[in-house]
């Protein structure tokens, strides 16, 4: 299974944290773990699934000043956000966010736009909120 991340720049809370291990800790050996390579959730989420021995794709931003630069097995082209978003959405089976509020945000937020184009694109969704709470939603249907 591919596993698609995206994140807040702000980083993760502690709870987030743990929700996120806790999806992941679904995950096995053969499973692959998609992110953007960015500072903040992204640098996060990467130390968890290279601890739990994910082999790991990173997406770079073009912005290399917010680049996490993270060891990742494969490193693809780096590319704008939007195009980068797009490429690990459509990458995955999978998408796990963690947004930096409970409220989607339209705009200026990388995060929920990742979530409306999985909805779009039929993708299982794991949001898991700032204070922990997991929601998972099956092809745009919460459940």
């Given at each position: 299974?591919?596993?698609?991340?995206t994140?807040?720049?702000?980083?993760?809370?502690?709870?987030?944290?743990?929700?996120?291990?806790?999806?992941l800790?679904?995950?096995n050996?053969?499973?692959?773990?998609?992110?953007?390579?960015?500072?903040?959730?992204?640098a996060?989420?990467?130390e968890?699934?290279e601890?739990?021995?994910?082999?790991?794709?990173a997406?770079?931003?073009?912005?290399?000043?917010?680049?996490a630069?993270?060891?990742?097995?494969?490193?693809?082209?780096?590319?704008?956000?939007?195009?980068?978003?797009?490429?690990?959405?459509?990458?995955?089976?999978?998408?796990?966010?963690?947004p930096?509020?409970?409220?989607?945000?339209?705009?200026?937020?990388?995060?929920?736009?990742c979530?409306?184009?999985a909805?779009?694109r039929g993708?299982r969704?794991?949001?898991?909120?700032?204070?922990?709470?997991?929601?998972?939603?099956?092809?745009?249907?919460?459940?």
């Open positions: 299974m591919i596993i698609g991340f994140g807040t720049r702000e980083g993760m809370t502690s709870a987030q944290g743990v929700g996120v291990a806790s999806v800790g679904d995950a050996e053969d499973d692959e773990f998609h992110f953007g390579d960015c500072i903040g959730a992204d996060q989420a990467f968890i699934a601890m739990l021995g994910m082999f790991t794709v997406h770079p931003p073009s912005n290399a000043s917010l680049r630069n993270k060891r990742a097995h494969i490193v693809a082209p780096a590319q704008e956000y939007l195009a980068r978003n797009k490429s690990i959405v459509d990458a995955c089976d999978v998408l796990i966010a963690a930096r509020s409970r409220v989607e945000e339209i705009r200026g937020s990388g995060t929920w736009w979530v409306r184009y909805r779009k993708k969704i794991f949001i898991v909120y700032p204070d922990g709470k997991i929601e998972e939603e099956n092809n745009g249907e919460c459940s």
